[in-house]
T-cell receptor
Framework: KNQVEQSPQSLIILEGKNCTLQ??????????LRWYKQDTGRGPVSLTI?????NTKSNGRYTATLDADTKQSSLHITASQLSDSASYIC?????????????FGRGTQLTVWP | EADIYQTPRYLVIGTGKKITLECSQT?????MYWYQQDPGMELHLIHY???????EKGDLSSESTVSRIRTEHFPLTLESARPSHTSQYLC??????????????FGPGTRLTVL
């Protein structure tokens, strides 16, 4: 069964600290992995997209890594800010059809305290 | 900031009412989608469209229907709302290049409560 599991479910850190969020997937075949940020009451916003051949991608203070062999990804946030408080969603796409189905994780709820 | 809009943002209605959730985008994207999301849960695809006059059902069975008469507009309709339809509905769009790498842009969502 194709699944995307994220950990931890929730995380609280102090402003200025770094943190790392994890994503494990069993989706096969694999096409790409995306990280989204979803603020409360808003739609998700794309942070990074990585294909099979990419093992790291950065977007400002966000750095995503991908290990396609172990089917793991991480999202590292550097020097956290209060505005980083949000849910971070890992999404994996297969290439089993023209449509290329997306599999969504349940997200990690990050809270940054001052 | 993505140019994709949803109305209403919040809706509280009684059982049995017919409702239409509106979604519009001004980016000229061919692909549009509707997702359903409950608190703390993953997004589930309920409908999608490749372009005008194209509509398909998604992974999650839904009693809703959609239409795509214009590129920029993708409304979702519930003929008879029930409490089980209470959820957050998210609309998204993307360019029709390669599904597997195109970026989806999401609207702000409609929070529906059926009493």
């Amino acid at each position: 069964k194709n699944q995307v599991e994220q950990s931890p479910q929730s995380l609280i850190i102090l402003e200025g600290k770094n943190c790392t969020l994890q994503c494990n997937y069993t989706v096969s075949p694999f096409s790409n992995l995306r990280w989204y940020k979803q603020d409360t009451g808003r739609g998700p916003v794309s942070l990074t997209i990585m294909t099979f051949s990419e093992n790291t991608k950065s977007n400002g203070r966000y750095t995503a890594t991908l290990d396609a062999d172990t089917k793991q990804s991480s999202l590292h946030i550097t020097a956290s800010q209060l505005s980083d408080s949000a849910s971070y969603i890992c999404v994996v796409s297969d290439r089993g059809s023209t449509l290329g189905r997306l599999y969504f994780g349940r997200g990690t709820q990050l809270t940054v305290w001052p | 900031e993505a140019d994709i809009y949803q109305t209403p943002r919040y809706l509280v209605i009684g059982t049995g009412k017919k409702i239409t959730l509106e979604c519009s985008q001004t980016m000229g994207h061919d692909k549009m989608y509707w997702y359903q999301q409950d608190p703390g849960m993953e997004l589930h695809l309920i409908h999608y469209s490749y372009g005008v006059n194209s509509t398909e059902k998604g992974d999650l069975s839904s009693e809703s229907t959609v239409s795509r008469i214009r590129t920029e507009h993708f409304p979702l309709t519930l003929e008879s709302a029930r409490p089980s339809h209470t959820s957050q509905y998210l609309c998204a769009s993307s360019e029709l290049n390669t599904w597997n790498t195109d970026t989806q842009y999401f609207g702000p969502g409609t929070r529906l409560t059926v009493l």
